[in-house]
């Protein structure tokens, strides 16, 4: 035997206009940040470490005639 259900159809449909200013905000928030955040970015200064280099004494003479004993 078939069962029937009879339901009523909603009688307002808000979605499509609640979507569709939502895409607008999106869109809206996405140009401000290309607008003032992209070339704020690029104007940045990289982050720089100054490590000091190190420093190493070199003698001006080295004696390579090593005298063994026996």
Do not use: H, Y
């Not at 979507?19 to 290309?34: C, K, P, T």
């Not at 100054?50 to 420093?55: H, L, R, V």
């Amino acid at each position: 035997m078939t069962t029937i259900v009879n339901s009523r159809t909603p009688t307002n449909d808000s979605g499509g206009t609640s979507l569709l200013i939502g895409a607008f905000v999106v869109l809206f928030l996405v140009g401000i940040f290309l607008f003032f955040g992209v070339p704020a970015i690029r104007r940045s200064e990289p982050f720089q470490i100054k490590i000091p280099a190190p420093q190493v004494v070199m003698p001006d003479k080295i004696d390579v005639n090593v005298q063994q004993t026996k």
